[in-house]
């Protein structure tokens, strides 16, 4: 269970510029960044890069987001072969300096997530980035129109 918990944590590191190092994004990195709210999260992403590296070929995790509920769907296969579900409920708060704050609970038992999460979006939308708050855990996420079947 501690496994899954870990792998689901590192999956929920992302936000959505261009990771090329395992930095958290600084000011001067985000020129061009949007408010992060509820409904700028709301709909379907798809994990491109954690770490500043690519997910490896037939991995995948995809995260469908409803900004109205507050709630979160995850489809994942990197702990293992099987496609995994994960779902649960998050908040978005705004720190002392402004920075956008994601955190959440899992529907399954396991609790609250490892980490809260600074979220990063551009203009725009269609990406974000995500850096933990706790350790050097970094996420790049694309938005896209639905979760494949799986």
């Given at each position: 269970m501690e496994l899954i918990k870990r792998?689901?944590?590192?999956?929920?590191?992302?936000?959505?510029?261009?990771?090329?190092?395992?930095?958290?994004?600084?000011?001067?990195?985000?020129?061009?960044?949007?408010?992060?709210?509820?409904?700028?999260l709301d709909g379907a992403w798809q994990l491109t890069a954690w770490q500043g590296k690519p997910l490896a070929e037939g991995l995948y995790?995809?995260?469908a987001f409803n900004g109205e509920t507050r709630r979160f769907e995850m489809h994942d296969n990197l702990g293992s072969m099987y496609d995994n579900l994960t779902t649960g409920s998050f908040s978005l708060e705004q720190d002392d300096t402004k920075r956008y704050i994601i955190s959440g609970t899992y529907d399954n038992g396991v609790g609250d997530w490892n980490s809260a999460y600074v979220v990063t979006m551009p203009k725009g939308g269609d990406s974000m980035v995500w850096s933990s708050t706790t350790s050097d855990d970094l996420s790049t996420y694309r938005r896209i129109d639905a979760i494949p079947e799986l």
């Amino acid at each position: 269970m501690e496994l899954i918990k870990r792998i689901t944590t590192l999956i929920f590191a992302a936000t959505a510029l261009l990771a090329v190092s395992c930095e958290s994004p600084t000011e001067e990195e985000l020129p061009q960044s949007m408010d992060v709210t509820y409904s700028a999260l709301d709909g379907a992403w798809q994990l491109t890069a954690w770490q500043g590296k690519p997910l490896a070929e037939g991995l995948y995790c995809y995260v469908a987001f409803n900004g109205e509920t507050r709630r979160f769907e995850m489809h994942d296969n990197l702990g293992s072969m099987y496609d995994n579900l994960t779902t649960g409920s998050f908040s978005l708060e705004q720190d002392d300096t402004k920075r956008y704050i994601i955190s959440g609970t899992y529907d399954n038992g396991v609790g609250d997530w490892n980490s809260a999460y600074v979220v990063t979006m551009p203009k725009g939308g269609d990406s974000m980035v995500w850096s933990s708050t706790t350790s050097d855990d970094l996420s790049t996420y694309r938005r896209i129109d639905a979760i494949p079947e799986l």
